[in-house]
């Protein structure tokens, strides 16, 4: 017997309950089953160590690969029922329109991929759970991550009686020991050399960590990128994209009308072809942890850019500088695993309105590792030419400026007159010193 094999059987011994309260014979758990090693063994772990019936669950949010072969891992490694659920719409419709209408990039960048897949995997736990009489959900999380988080916090607001089990957290297997148990198990986990990164991926965009992308000084190897083309070989040369948006969501490409998945995914080729849409950011996590990040997003990138765009055409003075604050809440929330939150659905209710009149075209050119905006136009543009024009034609009433600006800097002018005449009280550390105009108070 191979050591390994011995230690994985005194593991297997040792292995600590995580099912807390008593439970009657062959009670079952759905599982979040993604087809890699982790859950794998986690199938077979929960079996073996804690007495379940798995119900593995293995969600589509457009991630790739052959769901169907994936799930029938699930089988071979003793699941009781493996299921597929195609949740591709449901993930654009319901959580990714959402976060575009709310231009919603955490920390200003990280445009939310695998946090917004991350409540839609929970609802459809819950309702398997239901469906099989499942008294426990798991996640294959482990514990220095957001999606613990956002899986735990997310299944408590959906379904509170549900108890949630981590065994990829509690069971203190590293990935050798993890391989080990599945070969000593004959699991069907995937073997050779340790895959270089950690990645997950979605209609959104694609995640990548770990690896050589730990030292944050060391530049993202050409191997980590797969949906998007390097700079240096850009598609023939320049060009242009059309984006058509009704109510804040884009409807056409270059005049012809799509589907959301399938303009999403069509953008996403382009702008990728073009070497746009990586990102490389060190990130705070939830759990107190700084990390690097790297994605790859070139369709929300685009989409995100050409929304605020006609936004800034479209939206009142007031109400764009209110929602652009929003817009930092909502993506805190949404990747602080507050999705299923008041919060959130009063955020929804306001950026809803604002989208009304968000209707028009933006013009895109795509160019060597860029896509900016060129163009806009729109039926609710409240841009008027006559206002704006240096030109003959001018409207604006520049008499009406001068009593205006007047009137504007009247608070200001009061207080350094008052200032000024209260000898008094000299101006604190760096407050005006240096600026022209000033001058210390007499002192007598
Ligand atoms: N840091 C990102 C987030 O918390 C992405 C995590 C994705 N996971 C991965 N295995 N690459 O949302």
């Not at 379940?52 to 991630?63: E, M, R, T």
């Not at 469906?131 to 607001?157: I, M, P, W």
């Not at 297997?173 to 270089?196: E, F, K, S």
């Not at 059309?242 to 995914?265: T, Y």
Request: net charge negative; aromatic share 8%.
């Amino acid at each position: 017997m191979q050591s390994s094999e011995v230690k994985n059987r005194q593991h297997a011994k040792q292995a600590t309950t995580i099912v807390k309260r008593g439970k009657q014979m062959s009670e079952r758990v759905v599982l979040a089953y993604s087809g890699g090693l982790d859950t794998t063994v986690a199938v077979r772990w929960l079996k073996q160590t804690q007495d379940l019936d798995v119900v593995a669950l293995l969600i589509d949010v457009g991630q790739g690969g052959d769901t169907e072969v994936l799930c029938k891992r699930a089988v071979e490694s003793g699941a009781l029922d493996a299921q597929v659920v195609d949740a591709r719409k449901e993930f654009a419709n319901e959580y990714v329109t959402r976060a575009l209408h709310a231009n919603a990039l955490y920390q200003d960048r990280y445009p939310l991929v695998s946090a917004l897949s991350r409540p839609l995997i929970c609802r459809h736990l819950a309702d398997a759970a239901h469906h099989y009489g499942a008294r426990y959900v798991a996640h294959g999380c482990t514990g220095k991550g957001n999606d613990q988080v956002r899986f735990e916090v997310s299944l408590a607001a959906l379904s509170p009686d549900l108890e949630v089990l981590a065994p990829c957290r509690g069971w203190g297997m590293t990935r050798d020991q993890a391989v080990g148990y599945g070969l000593q198990h004959n699991l069907p986990i995937p073997v050779g050399p340790a895959a270089p990164y950690s990645i997950d991926e979605n209609l959104w965009g694609r995640a990548i960590e770990c690896g050589v992308l730990e030292d944050p000084f060391v530049e993202p190897p050409d191997d980590v990128w797969e949906r998007t083309a390097p700079a240096s070989k850009p598609p023939a040369g320049p060009t242009y994209l059309q984006i058509e948006f009704r109510h804040g969501l884009p409807v056409a490409l270059d005049g012809v009308p799509m589907e959301f998945v399938e303009l999403v995914g069509k953008v996403d080729k382009l702008a990728g072809s073009y070497g746009f849409g990586r990102i490389d950011m060190i990130e705070d996590r939830v759990v107190g942890i700084k990390s690097r990040e790297v994605y790859e997003a070139p369709a929300a990138l685009t989409l995100i850019a050409a929304h605020a765009e006609l936004e800034h055409l479209t939206l009142d003075r007031a109400v764009l500088r209110t929602k652009r604050g929003l817009e930092r809440t909502y993506a805190n929330l949404a990747y602080e695993g507050l999705w299923f939150s008041p919060l959130r659905e009063a955020l929804d209710a306001f950026i809803r309105t604002t989208a009304t009149h968000v209707n028009g075209v933006v013009r895109m050119k795509l160019d060597s590792g860029n896509v900016r905006v060129v163009g806009r136009s729109s039926p609710a543009s409240l841009y008027e030419t006559a206002l704006a024009t240096y030109d003959r034609g001018d409207a604006f009433d520049h008499k009406a400026a001068e009593g205006f600006v007047k009137l504007w800097g009247l608070p200001l002018k009061t207080w350094a007159r008052t200032r000024r005449a209260d000898a008094g009280s000299p101006p604190g550390a760096g407050s005006w010193e240096g600026i022209t105009g000033w001058e210390e108070p007499d002192k007598e």
